[in-house]
């Protein structure tokens, strides 16, 4: 059918196979030369030095990184004129042996010899063969294996800190897929499935075959199993493929086929980033069966999905003459890249002993993390007086360079306390996952009004030296006589639910089955979050309940609220009624929410040994403004404490996440004194941080928060636990 209407875009290149004779490869004329171009650079932003000393020595300025980088390309030796542009290759790395020859020596005759440049090839020939015929005549080749001297180790930590300048000027980055091979059955699907797909009328931004019943996926098998096959490669467990790709504006992805016939010739499978992004939505509409691919889908799915839109919104722009063109400033956050970069893998420097390479695969998820992030600076080579670095250690640094880069993430990242090589345990943690909220828009840098937060050393272990806000303990200070009536309240309504098999979230869900290794514990915490928020009321209830729409899927109204909290409300009657059981079901999603939020389950704790708390604004918060009226009341928040520590703990917020804006970070620091007498007059309390957690406060607590001042000048020195 011809496409006449000119709003549809083309789908023809999405995917195709290339046929390749196997025989015909042939790189004696490739070679590399410099080019004379510049990277641009950037400016430093953070300083590292007035926060801790001892990790300045470790890093760069980025531009110093980049002004020092020559930028090689592979062409053809006859090639004369510098190149218009490049492609890079990512591809995942061969093991490569130290003593392989670069040289290729070959007798002839008369007792002469020829010598022949032996150029590493990164992939099988017919990937490498598929990947020249992507070049274009004025193009060159990027790829590490023979762009960076290997042998030059400030040449190799130089290149750290430029490979995300490097794939994202690059015109396409080439991905190959080398460890997979698509089977005769699945490439036969494919080709008759392409046909299909490349003249579909939909608009670009519409997906062709998509939300059929059943899906498209589970109607076809081979589909299914392609896109599996793709997932299970290596290179998508990698770190350094990771960044690449993310850093690439344009992919192009290349999958040999099986050989149908012993022949020379093999088909390579060739698809854009766009087929890729069509796949990931199809496979999206199942669940897969195997459940690290769901992580994978969801995560590619999101990044292709952003890319789609930004090259649709640049083709519009570019039509447009009059359109503004405005550059936008972006700069992420430092602390969820090292977390998604620590959890894939690195394989270091191949030349050196298993135990350094180890420590150099960790100093290179240190470079893509900083590269990721876009903070101006580079790791330095390593030298006599670094720090081993060892995986903990190389997290110290990055931590704090969020941290002087005022990342709010840095003060609040719920994983294991680090141990360091001297066997002591620093105050941060590591970064989880868990920390940040992807669905809710990046968070602003604390501010430079904001107190300076130093690290130092008491010979024994490092602490911070940061502001705090302390939050009041009602249950110490003003205790309810009635609490246990709230208690008893909340596990009637609990049992009921379990008993009418109600549906909720699938935290709820997950233990309702008989005999659950968890179940007693997960309905203790079900009940006492219930019951405290019984004693938080409606009002409250009303508030996070708006605030945190992003997790549940529904909302209910303040009457409905009202006469769900009403402690005469025969709830045994009540959840009968449909829209009692709509809003019951919406209470346990909520305290679904409040539990998978509030428990810290990065650092290794669950439900048996965590808790909810209530809390209440400072109490020095009502006199920090004359311009605001004397307030008895500073709001009321939940948050989920350890119960080793319940009768000596106290909550604490830093000074630099006060604000409102931070409310979904872990911000509430779990404190026990390490001083006989917190009220002694000594200048400085030094604290042990035991814990933190997600503080859920309503409008009245978010302002006491925000308005509390410094009412007396004191140094409070946060450690980490002691090792045990």
């Known amino acids: 059918m011809a496409l006449s209407n000119p709003q549809y875009h083309s789908r023809f290149g999405h995917c195709e196979f290339v046929e390749l004779d196997g025989d015909r490869l042939d790189t004696s004329n490739l070679h590399t030369r410099s080019s004379d171009a510049t990277i641009d650079s950037a400016t430093l932003l953070a300083d590292l030095n007035r926060l801790a000393p001892s990790v300045i020595k470790d890093f760069i300025p980025k531009h110093y990184a980049e002004h020092s980088f020559t930028l090689r390309l592979l062409n053809d030796i006859d090639f004369q004129g510098p190149e218009s542009g490049y492609i890079a290759l990512s591809y995942c790395r061969k093991k490569i042996l130290p003593e392989t020859p670069r040289t290729l020596v070959t007798p002839i005759a008369f007792g002469w010899s020829e010598e022949v440049d032996q150029l590493p090839l990164p ?4 990937i490498f063969q598929a990947i020249l015929q992507e070049k274009r005549e004025d193009e060159g080749i990027w790829y590490d294996q023979v762009c960076i001297n290997q042998d030059d180790e400030a040449e190799r930590v130089a290149s750290m800190g430029t490979i995300d300048v490097i794939y994202k000027n690059a015109r396409t980055v080439v991905v190959a897929l080398d460890d997979v091979i698509v089977p005769f059955e699945e490439a036969q699907f494919l080709r008759y499935y392409v046909q299909h797909y490349t003249y579909s009328e939909l608009p670009s931004d519409q997906q062709p075959f998509a939300a059929l019943s059943p899906p498209l996926m589970r109607q076809c098998p081979f589909m299914w199993s392609f896109m599996e096959r793709i997932l299970s490669s290596a290179w998508f467990d990698r770190a350094w493929c990771a960044h690449e790709m993310r850093s690439g504006q344009s992919h192009i992805f290349l999958i040999s086929c099986c050989p149908q016939y012993n022949g020379g010739n093999s088909t390579v499978v060739r698809f854009t980033g766009a087929f890729f992004f069509h796949l990931l939505s199809l496979a999206s509409e199942i669940y897969p069966s ?8 969801r995560s590619l799915h999101e990044f292709f999905h952003r890319r789609m839109v930004s090259s649709m919104d640049t083709a519009l722009s570019t039509r447009r003459p009059d359109t503004p063109q405005t550059v936008v400033s972006h700069q992420a956050s430092l602390i969820p890249h090292i977390a998604q970069t620590f959890l894939l893998q690195a394989s270091g420097n191949p030349r050196l002993p298993e135990y350094l390479r180890r420590q150099d695969a960790n100093r290179d998820k240190m470079g893509i993390a900083l590269n990721a992030s876009g903070l101006p600076l580079s790791i330095t080579s390593a030298n006599s007086l670094s720090r081993p670095n060892i995986e903990d250690e190389c997290l110290r640094s990055l931590l704090l360079v969020g941290l002087a880069a005022r990342d709010p993430v840095a003060l609040c990242t719920t994983g294991t306390h680090l141990r360091l090589h001297d066997g002591s345990t620093s105050w941060l943690s590591r970064p989880t996952p868990l920390d940040v909220n992807p669905n809710r828009p990046a968070l602003p840098t604390f501010g430079k009004w904001t107190s300076p937060i130093t690290q130092g050393s008491d010979g ?27 208690v008893t309240r909340a596990r009637a309504l609990i049992d009921l639910c379990i008993q009418h098999r109600l549906e909720g979230s699938a935290l709820w869900n997950s233990w309702q089955v008989s005999g659950h290794p968890r179940a007693l514990t997960m309905r203790n915490t079900f009940i006492q979050t219930l019951a405290c928020v019984f004693e938080c009321g ?42 009692g059981q709509a809003a019951l079901s919406f209470l346990l999603s909520f305290l679904s929410t409040l539990i998978t939020s509030g428990i810290p389950w990065g650092s290794g704790v669950s439900e048996r040994s965590h808790g909810p708390l209530i809390v209440t604004g400072p109490a020095t918060s009502t006199i920090y403004d004359n311009n605001f009226p004397v307030q008895g009341y500073g709001g009321k928040a939940i948050i989920f404490a350890p119960f ?81």
């Open 290 to 297: 195997t459940p690290s691919h769901h992580g994978k889908l």
């Open 460 to 486: 024994r272990a490092e602490y911070a030296q940061l502001d705090l806000v302390f939050l009041e303990l009602p249950h110490r200070t003003q205790p309810n006589p009635n609490f246990s009536r709230q």
């Open 123 to 126: 992939t099988s020939d017919a």
């Open 644 to 724: 080793e520590h319940s009768k000596t703990l106290l909550i604490a917020v830093p000074a630099a996440v006060k604000e409102a804006h931070y409310d979904s970070l872990a911000r509430g620091w779990v404190l026990t004194s390490m001083n006989p007498y917190t009220g002694s007059p000594k200048p400085t309390v030094s604290w042990t941080l035991q814990s933190k957690g997600v503080i859920f406060g309503d409008g009245n607590f978010s302002m006491a928060l925000e308005r509390c001042g410094q009412m007396e000048v004191r140094n409070h020195r946060v450690y980490g636990p002691s090792a045990h």
């Open 538 to 579: 409606p009002q409250w209830l009303m508030e996070l309940s708006a605030r945190l729409k992003l997790y549940t899927t529904t909302t209910l109204d303040q009457q409905s609220i009202e006469m769900l909290l009403n402690p005469h409300l025969l709830v045994q009657n009540y959840i009968l009624l449909p829209e």
